[in-house]
């Protein structure tokens, strides 16, 4: 991934606008925060996806971020964190794609487990990104 795709640059800006401004105004420091969206993975992975399928193939990605001693983070480092999450999801399903199950049993258990943890806001981001078919 060298390149940022307009769908990442949206997530990214509304991200850290509300990681940045609204997190600080209203508890005065950055809280760690998750990202999800929805990655189209047709291309990405060895899987084959027949020609007449009519369903997206599409994952929820989740990126992580951690505030440290920052007092504001800059869009590249969300950039940078969003890329980290879609190479370590074209990496799971490499290592599953050969058992669909296993591949959604492994994202449900990691997003349950991320969820969970209560010091975590979550933002869920929808640009209305329209995926080819």
């Known amino acids: 991934m060298d390149h940022t795709s307009r769908h990442e640059s949206r997530s990214c800006s ?5 990681s940045n401004n609204v997190a600080q ?3 005065g420091r950055l809280r760690p925060s ?10 990405k992975i060895a899987m ?4 007449n ?3 997206k193939f599409a994952r929820v990605l989740v990126s992580h971020f951690t505030p440290d ?22 990496a799971d ?3 599953v794609s050969r058992v669909l199950g296993d591949l959604f049993k492994l994202q449900r258990k990691n997003s349950i487990d991320q969820w969970r943890q209560d010091q975590t ?7 209305s990104k329209q995926f080819p078919l």
């Open 53 to 55: 399928s009519r369903a």
């Open 25 to 27: 105004a209203k508890h």
């Open 14 to 18: 509304s991200y850290m606008e509300d």
């Open 121 to 127: 806001k979550k933002l869920l981001i929808d640009v």
């Open 69 to 90: 001693d920052e007092s504001k983070v800059q869009l590249h480092d969300f950039v940078d964190r969003v890329h980290n999450g879609i190479k370590k999801m074209v």
């Open 48 to 51: 084959p996806v027949p020609g």
């Open 34 to 43: 998750l990202l999800t969206h929805r990655f189209n993975m047709r291309g």
């Open 93 to 95: 399903c490499a290592k």
